[in-house]
T-cell receptor, first 117, second 112 residues
Framework: GAVVSQHPSRVICKSGTSVKIECRSL??????MFWYRQFPKQSLMLMAT?????????EQGVEKDKFLINHASLTLSTLTVTSAHPEDSSFYIC?????????????FGPGTRLTVL | QKEVEQNSGPLSVPEGAIASLNCTYS??????FFWYRQYSGKSPELIMS????GDKEDGRFTAQLNKASQYVSLLIRDSQPSDSATYLC????????????FGQGTRLTINP
């Protein structure tokens, strides 16, 4: 089956530092990747849609200068949380859609738990 | 009005019984519907997709779609403790849309 990896799985950082999270599709090409954030006991909140080779499309209320997304290849997208603060502590999940596939071919990564001290 | 609505629960069901999870959506032209299961601390995994009115069965799971009522449900037969999780309903608003719209999820607990 299709596998999406994320690295790191957990990260603890000090307030004001930047954190980069990688999302990779291991056995398929993904023209579109999605970045979600999930706070405890809440649903997934889509942050941005990332298409390979173009700028990400951010959802309303998500600061594009704070959450930098790069989708440089068909198998890799990165999310950088810049100048992280405690309120950015959350579970960040990426998902990747198979190139040419429909929504049922959207596979989720295992998530990255970010804790900002 | 939220685009996709689910009862957050928790929903408690005895082991062996049928668990029934419900979801309503607001966009009448929505085309595709998905149920994801999410264990605590893990990411969602797709368990069912349904595109046309009626029932779709896969093992112990049955998805039901009624586009006229804008309602989609998931039935889990012979519930097992391992089915305890949060179940997320997701809708693709229209053909060609990229973004899934998720409900808030229903927390299901199967009691042994």
């Amino acid at each position: 089956g299709a596998v999406v990896s994320q690295h790191p799985s957990r990260v603890i950082c000090k307030s004001g530092t930047s954190v980069k999270i990688e999302c990779r599709s291991l056995d398929f090409q993904a023209t579109t990747m999605f970045w979600y954030r999930q706070f405890p006991k809440q649903s997934l909140m889509l942050m941005a849609t990332s298409n390979e080779g173009s700028k990400a499309t951010y959802e309303q209320g998500v600061e594009k200068d704070k959450f930098l997304i790069n989708h440089a290849s068909l198998t890799l997208s990165t999310l950088t949380v810049t100048s992280a603060h405690p309120e950015d502590s959350s579970f960040y999940i990426c998902s990747a859609r198979v190139k040419g596939g429909g929504a049922h071919t959207q596979y989720f990564g295992p998530g990255t738990r970010l804790t900002v001290l | 009005q939220k685009e996709v609505e689910q009862n957050s629960g928790p929903l408690s069901v005895p082991e062996g019984a049928i668990a029934s999870l419900n979801c309503t959506y607001s966009d009448r032209v929505s085309q595709s519907f998905f149920w994801y299961r999410q264990y605590s601390g893990k990411s969602p995994e797709l368990i069912m997709s349904i595109y046309s009115n009626g029932d779709k069965e896969d093992g112990r799971f049955t998805a039901q779609l009624n586009k006229a009522s804008q309602y989609v449900s998931l039935l889990i037969r012979d519930s097992q403790p391992s089915d305890s999780a949060t179940y997320l309903c997701a809708v693709l608003p229209q053909q060609g849309a990229q973004k899934l719209v998720f409900g808030q999820g229903t927390r299901l607990t199967i009691n042994p």
